[in-house]
């Protein structure tokens, strides 16, 4: 065993056993290669990660080569979920240095932790176009064995140019007044989306691709016919092709094809917590039913193979896992070959249902992974029924019993593994998507479970001194909270609020904007993705990331203006208002030429910019309250400060005011000018349709 033996992180626990003597990331390795005087091997991955595994079976499980990496570097191994921060800066020289990103990252750095070379997976033998894993080590350690001068010289100019690069839009943040207009960039912004659109699949850009996450929260937002329609086709696309899983729900990180017909197995937590809401919002504004049934999809996945005990959520299902032969394998689990699929549909219900059920789900003698079939929604209920000359009441029958046998039949595969940590940010996504859901579609379980994950992670990151923890795993927590952490959870709250008007989220969000704001701005006034408290000037981390892009995950800063907004615009705390409008309008030149970079940045100008409107719904849940705040929670109200106070409130949009002669009353205001107070739901459902 390495020195990962003792690591709470399941990905650095996967390498335990290597014979490669790791490191985890921390000071004391870059002394060891300070002593030794030899460079540092950063291996960067995470645990679902299909190529990190390939690289560990090929490279770091070979006793000789690992007995050569031994001696001539210090070798630490990272997992990317728990120091996205680390992994910024890496990525961003392997950016610079091939143009393009991915992991496992492989980055060979002097003993002050400066990268001078990086790529990601190398082979364990040649082949054409990429070295050998064993051939990169050695001419690494050649170059700084004979010409480590030019080496280093290399290290300083990279690290200029990621310096650069994570450089902020402007020198400093100016606070924005709110009297101060904010730019439009919306009608640039959504004529560069549609140009960049695939009008035959969907979706935008060719292949690999990943789900817009980002754009997709924009344009479901926007008032824009074509905004909606954009964002329709490409949910559509995701829900009816491979990426998605039609037997058990869930999505897949990426497809591999322009079509969406074949996905990179893996499922993550962020992806679906950020896709379930989205399709909330397309039924919302389109009325068809898929989509709410892909909500629902995304649901049942997450309820059943992502829950833990405490009603958190784990981070996500690997993409291998063991085949018949019992090679671990990707695609192993969801894969089909047309001869055990008609074999598995015949046994049950006789080859006659095999063509219906071909028919359904996309099903053909050689598919396109590997020859084998990847299931997929490719015809519904009304489709089958024409074709097969039969009711629309037959065909969903018929359908919905062929996935509960073939769900049952796969279940007795060799399960994937799952990767049980729990990680503060991604329960804030979960947190967010489902209650945001759950309130538009008006499904009060789906509330529960977000109520659940909010009280886990409660119970398991505060620290007790008013810091945070980032992870939890085998009941042990640890990792100091980063901006994405208290950005992500802090939103989550306030959406919660929003769904069910307990006013105990808002104190809690309150925590998370204060702690922003006491912590994580630099000098000029920047959010930056470490706290100034928890960073070690001195320590291997030369680089302080900081990002206003969006990733798989909504950009940090951007989350962290919109949480600090949010909450002054209800305390009515003016210089944190402007401090959030200053982070995010020098964005909007930007944005409008590269709207799915900086699409976070579009919705956040969208709500800013719209009139201060708030709504408040005091006095007791027995008094009219509840029904009141029903009609709250069921309108998406971006633009909107909201707030529940059953009780006697002190901030400025409930101070004073309690019931109407007994009754519950509702507040419908401008800049905290309120109209007359309303006490039927009905009349304050009309007063908000403004919204």
């Given at each position: 065993?390495?020195?990962?033996?003792?690591?709470?992180s399941?990905?650095?626990?996967?390498h335990?056993?290597?014979?490669?003597?790791?490191?985890?990331?921390g000071a004391?390795?870059?002394?060891e290669?300070?002593?030794?005087?030899v460079?540092?091997l950063?291996?960067?991955?995470?645990a679902t990660c299909h190529?990190?595994?390939?690289?560990q079976?090929e490279?770091?499980?070979d006793?000789e080569?690992?007995?050569h990496?031994n001696?001539?570097f210090?070798a630490i191994?990272?997992?990317r979920?728990?120091?996205p921060?680390?992994?910024?800066?890496?990525?961003a020289?392997?950016?610079a240095?091939?143009?393009h990103?991915g992991w496992p990252?492989?980055?060979?750095?002097?003993?002050?932790?400066?990268?001078?070379?990086?790529?990601t997976y190398f082979?364990?033998t040649?082949?054409?176009?990429?070295?050998s894993f064993?051939?990169?080590?050695?001419a690494?350690f050649?170059?700084?064995?004979?010409?480590?001068e030019?080496?280093?010289e290399?290290a300083?100019?990279?690290e200029a140019?990621?310096r650069?690069?994570?450089?902020?839009p402007t020198?400093r943040?100016?606070p924005?007044?709110?009297?101060?207009?904010l730019?439009?960039p919306s009608?640039?912004?959504?004529?560069?989306?549609?140009a960049q659109?695939?009008?035959?699949h969907?979706?935008?850009?060719?292949?690999?691709?990943?789900?817009?996450?980002?754009?997709?929260?924009?344009?479901?937002?926007?008032?824009e016919p074509?905004?909606i329609?954009?964002?329709?086709?490409t949910l559509t696309?995701l829900?009816?092709?491979?990426?998605?899983?039609p037997?058990?729900g869930?999505v897949?990180?990426?497809?591999?094809?322009?079509a969406w017909?074949?996905?990179h197995?893996?499922k993550?937590?962020y992806?679906?917590?950020q896709?379930l809401?989205?399709?909330?919002?397309?039924?919302?504004?389109?009325?068809?039913t898929?989509?709410?049934?892909?909500?629902g999809?995304?649901?049942a996945?997450l309820?059943a193979?992502m829950?833990?005990?405490?009603?958190?959520?784990?981070?996500?299902?690997d993409?291998?896992?063991?085949?018949?032969?019992?090679?671990?394998r990707?695609?192993?689990f969801?894969a089909?070959?047309?001869?055990?699929?008609d074999?598995a549909v015949?046994e049950a219900y006789g080859?006659?249902e095999v063509p219906?059920a071909?028919a359904a789900?996309g099903v053909?003698?050689?598919?396109?992974?590997?020859?084998?079939n990847?299931?997929?929604e490719?015809?519904?209920a009304?489709t089958?029924?024409?074709?097969?000359?039969?009711?629309d009441?037959?065909?969903?029958?018929r359908l919905?019993?062929?996935?509960?046998?073939?769900?049952?039949?796969?279940?007795?595969r060799?399960?994937?593994?799952r990767?049980d940590?729990?990680?503060?940010?991604?329960q804030?996504?979960a947190?967010?998507?489902?209650?945001?859901?759950a309130r538009?579609l008006?499904?009060?379980r789906?509330l529960?479970?977000?109520?659940?994950a909010?009280?886990?992670?409660?119970?398991?990151?505060?620290?007790?001194?008013?810091?945070?923890?980032r992870?939890?795993?085998?009941?042990?927590v640890?990792?100091?909270?980063?901006?994405e952490?208290h950005a992500?959870f802090?939103?989550?709250?306030?959406e919660?609020?929003?769904?069910d008007?307990d006013p105990?989220w808002l104190a809690?969000?309150d925590?998370?904007?204060?702690?922003i704001?006491?912590?994580?701005?630099?000098?000029d006034g920047h959010?930056t993705?470490?706290?100034?408290?928890?960073?070690?000037?001195?320590g291997?981390?030369?680089?302080?990331?900081?990002?206003?892009?969006?990733g798989?995950q909504?950009s940090?800063?951007?989350?962290?203006?919109e949480?600090?907004?949010?909450?002054?615009?209800r305390t009515?705390?003016?210089?944190?208002?402007?401090?959030?409008r200053g982070?995010v309008?020098?964005l909007?030149?930007?944005?409008?030429?590269?709207p799915?970079?900086l699409?976070?940045?579009?919705?956040?100008l969208?709500?800013?910019?719209?009139?201060?409107?708030?709504v408040?719904?005091?006095?007791p849940d027995d008094?009219?309250g509840?029904?009141?705040w029903?009609?709250?929670?069921?309108?998406?109200?971006?633009?909107?400060?909201v707030?529940r106070a059953p009780?006697?409130?002190d901030?400025?949009?409930t101070?004073?005011?309690t019931t109407?002669?007994?009754?519950?009353?509702a507040w419908?205001?401008?800049?905290f000018?309120c109209?007359?107070?309303?006490t039927?739901p009905?009349?304050l459902?009309?007063a908000?349709?403004v919204?």
């Open positions: 065993m390495n020195a990962l033996a003792d690591a709470a399941p990905y650095l626990l996967q335990a056993d290597d014979p490669v003597d790791w490191r985890p990331w004391d390795a870059f002394a290669a300070r002593r030794r005087d460079p540092v950063v291996s960067i991955g995470y190529w990190c595994h390939v690289m079976r490279s770091f499980r006793p080569l690992a007995a990496l001696d001539r210090v191994k990272i997992d979920e728990e120091h921060d680390v992994d910024a800066v890496y990525m020289a392997l950016q240095m091939r143009g990103g990252l492989t980055a060979v750095a002097d003993p002050d932790g400066r990268p001078f070379f990086a790529g082979p364990a040649e082949r054409p176009g990429i070295p064993r051939r990169v080590l050695d690494i050649e170059a700084w064995t004979d010409r480590r030019a080496l280093l290399d300083a100019t990279l140019h990621v650069r690069g994570m450089a902020a020198p943040v100016d924005a007044p709110r009297e101060a207009a730019p439009d009608a640039d912004a959504l004529a560069a989306l549609a659109e695939d009008p035959r969907g979706g935008f850009g060719d292949a690999p691709k990943f789900p817009p996450h980002a754009a997709l929260r924009w344009l479901t937002t926007r008032p074509e905004a329609a954009l964002a329709e086709r696309a829900h009816r092709g491979g990426i998605t899983d037997l058990a869930g897949a990180r990426y497809a591999t094809d322009a017909a074949v996905p197995f893996e993550m937590l992806d679906n917590a896709l809401p989205r399709f909330a919002e397309a039924y919302l504004a389109t009325g068809t898929a989509h709410a049934r892909a909500a999809a995304i649901v996945w309820e193979e829950r833990l005990e405490d009603g958190a959520f784990a981070t996500a299902l993409a291998d896992s063991l085949d018949e032969d019992g090679r671990s990707e695609g192993a969801y089909w070959t047309g001869r055990a699929f074999a015949a080859e006659a219906f071909r789900f053909v003698d050689a598919g396109p992974f590997e020859g084998a990847v299931l997929r490719a015809a519904d009304a089958l029924a024409d074709r097969f000359d039969t009711t009441v037959d065909a969903d029958r919905e019993a062929l996935r509960m046998l073939l769900h049952g039949v796969r279940s007795r060799p399960r994937p593994a990767d940590k729990v990680l503060l940010s991604l804030g996504l947190i967010q998507g489902l209650a945001r859901a538009l008006e499904e009060p789906w529960d479970l977000a109520r659940g909010a009280d886990a992670a409660l119970a398991r990151f505060p620290a007790g001194d008013g810091t945070w923890w992870r939890a795993h085998a009941g042990r640890g990792l100091p909270a980063l901006l952490d992500s802090g939103l989550a709250l306030l919660l609020h929003h769904a008007g105990r809690a969000a925590v998370h904007a204060d702690r704001w006491a912590a994580f701005r630099d000098e959010p993705s470490v706290a100034q408290d928890a960073r070690d000037a001195d291997p981390l030369r680089v302080a990331p900081r990002s206003v892009v969006d798989p909504p940090d800063a951007l989350a962290a203006a949480l600090v907004w949010r909450v002054a615009r009515g705390d003016g210089d944190r208002e402007a401090w959030a982070v309008a020098p909007a030149d930007g944005a409008a030429k590269h799915q970079a699409a976070s940045a579009l919705y956040l969208d709500v800013m910019r719209a009139p201060p409107r708030e408040a719904v005091t006095g008094a009219g509840a029904e009141l029903a009609a709250v929670a069921a309108r998406p109200l971006d633009g909107w400060i707030q009780t006697p409130d901030g400025p949009l101070q004073g005011r109407v002669d007994g009754r519950a009353a419908v205001c401008e800049g000018a109209r007359l107070p309303l039927d009905d009349d459902g009309g908000l349709l919204g």
